[in-house]
């Protein structure tokens, strides 16, 4: 038989099976966490904060930290996108080449730093100013966390804007303030909004960064100045308990945050295709 | 010496690209409201004199220039000229048509706009008037609010024409500005040219050798960087002087 045929056929079988790999993880992730956390789904457990007893096994919800992991996440992904913004539109217009690439490779090396090494700094910067855990605290350390990523995929987004596109722009007479924020900002509105969704993703999910900052607590928090619960401390707290039932309650909490994921990606999607409209290919 | 009023006097302009000598010492002088024309191989520096004399060519990075370009008799490469104002002045019309990403109506709007227009009824009587201009009005007037990006290529270039137009240049430089267009919409585009030269200078690089014919009262021949040869388009395209040019009309170098 032709070799050549025999290396296509081997490779691209190869290919199709780690494609089914990484499909399979997903699937993997979801059944289990699903099928386990099943038993503990219920209403109740996304209306109510926990009570007495809760993590003994008794009644409650864990609203508490539904709604602080929101508060975190969105604080977080607002305090960013305030900054990343900014960057973003220096790196395209202003910044020399050297400069911007300088700033890259900085903001590469900060998407790599562990969470928890954010979480040890912010709590570092917590303690010289006297603060406690707080929902502030925990904004704080999730913006370092996200800022890197949300800011470099923006860049990169910005990057891929044709020259002839910016050309055109300053040829009517355009100022680069004009360029970045009527132009170049409507072109890439769909790559920028799928920016700030991917850190809002990563934020949400991540647990060591908000561990000593945020703190945790059952009540959902009335400043920014309270502790406050989240969604991947809910899980990690509830599956550390000796009980089988409250280690239920660790994986349908593990649930909640996997369709809030969910459901950020969906409207992502669904938004960028509406904002794609006025695009120019 | 030319007889006509230049609208454009280029002095001794030279550029280099990343060391490479891509201008050497061009001369020109660009009448005023007619059409000249940049001739010349590809890769001869046509374009990239085209975009100095309204300063795109600042865009690109590790461009050195030295020389005058006088418009009006003030050089645009001056310290104290601002260069919002050179570029509203001189227009440009691209090789591909590039609309923003933003409806029709906006488009031909967004020039006024940035240079101070507020008023809605002005801007509406604007967007009218050079969409006419550029042949496209009837063609859009009920779907004004829609995407430019769902223009044809054709319609695409004559929105940016209209766009250009919009901002109230006196001289217009076209880029190749029907090398992406089929046939119909080029002679359109051309047509548009024409009439426009009562009103505008306009200074076009093309390398279609009787798109030239057809549109050109004075033309420039560009060769490896230099100036070769420079008049009127019925001398040059009958009695060129240089062998060069000659080469090139007959279709020996391209």
Redesign the interface.
């Known amino acids: 038989m032709d070799r050549r045929k025999i290396e296509e056929d081997f490779f691209k079988g190869l290919m199709i099976l780690s494609t089914a790999i990484i499909v399979g993880i997903l699937f993997a992730i979801v059944a289990v966490v699903v099928l386990k956390g099943a038993p503990a789904l219920s209403l109740s457990m996304l209306t109510q904060t926990p009570k007495g007893g809760y993590y003994l096994g008794k009644g409650g919800g864990i609203l508490n930290a539904i709604i602080g992991s929101l508060y975190l996440a969105f604080g977080a992904t607002a305090l960013s996108l305030i900054i990343a913004l900014p960057v973003a539109f220096y790196l395209r217009e202003y910044a020399s080449e050297r400069f911007a690439n300088f700033v890259r490779l900085s903001l590469d090396i900060l998407w790599g730093v562990p969470s928890i090494v954010y979480g040890a700094f912010g709590f570092i910067i917590m303690l010289y100013f006297g603060l406690r855990a707080c929902l502030l605290g925990g904004i704080i350390a999730l913006t370092l966390l996200i800022l890197p990523i949300m800011t470099r995929a923006m860049d990169e987004v910005m990057r891929m804007v044709a020259f002839e596109l910016r050309e055109a722009s300053y040829g009517l007479g355009s100022t680069k303030l004009e360029v970045v924020s009527k132009v170049i900002s409507r072109q890439t509105l769909p790559g920028m909004l799928t920016a700030v969704l991917l850190a809002f993703g990563r934020g949400i999910g991540d647990a060591a960064s908000i561990l000593f900052t945020a703190g945790y607590t059952d009540y959902i928090p009335h400043s920014l100045f309270d502790p406050v619960a989240s969604l991947p401390l809910a899980v990690f707290f509830q599956l550390g308990t000796p009980f089988p039932e409250v280690q239920e309650r660790a994986y349908a909490s593990a649930v909640v945050l996997l369709v809030i994921i969910l459901l950020t990606s969906v409207s992502s999607r669904l938004l960028t295709k509406r904002w794609s409209r006025f695009v120019i290919k | 010496m030319p007889k006509f009023k230049p609208h454009i006097r280029v002095k001794n302009l030279n550029l280099f690209y990343e060391g490479h000598h891509a201008l050497k010492d061009i001369t020109v002088d660009i009448p005023e409201k007619e059409i000249t024309a940049i001739i010349g191989p590809s890769g001869c520096g046509k374009t990239t004199l085209l975009k100095s004399l309204?300063r795109?060519i600042d865009?690109v990075?590790g461009i050195e220039i030295s020389g005058e370009v006088i418009v009006d008799g003030e050089d645009i490469y001056s310290t104290k000229v601002d260069v919002?104002?050179?570029?509203?002045k001189i227009?440009?019309l691209?090789?591909?048509p590039?609309?923003?990403?933003?409806?029709i109506y906006d488009n031909v709007a967004?020039?006024p706009r940035?240079?101070g227009m507020r008023k809605k009824k002005e801007l509406d009587g604007i967007v009218e008037h050079y969409l006419e201009v550029a042949g496209l009005w009837d063609e859009v007037k009920d779907r004004l609010k829609s995407?430019?990006?769902m223009l044809s290529a054709g319609q695409q270039q004559r929105l940016?024409l209209a766009?250009?137009l919009a901002?109230e240049p006196e001289i217009i430089l076209g880029d190749e500005p029907t090398s992406a267009l089929d046939p119909i919409s080029s002679k359109r585009i051309e047509e548009v040219f024409i009439a426009l030269k009562k009103d505008y200078t306009i200074v076009i690089v093309t390398h279609i050798l009787r798109q030239a014919v057809r549109l050109a009262d004075y033309v420039i021949f560009l060769y490896m960087g230099d100036v070769i040869e420079q008049g009127p388009a019925k001398e040059i395209f009958e009695n060129p002087k240089e062998e060069r040019t000659k080469a090139y009309i007959g279709g020996e170098i391209s």
């Open positions: 309204n795109l865009l990075d919002t104002y050179i570029r509203k227009g440009m691209g090789q591909k590039y609309p923003l990403p933003m409806s967004y020039g940035i240079h995407p430019a990006s940016c766009r250009s901002v």
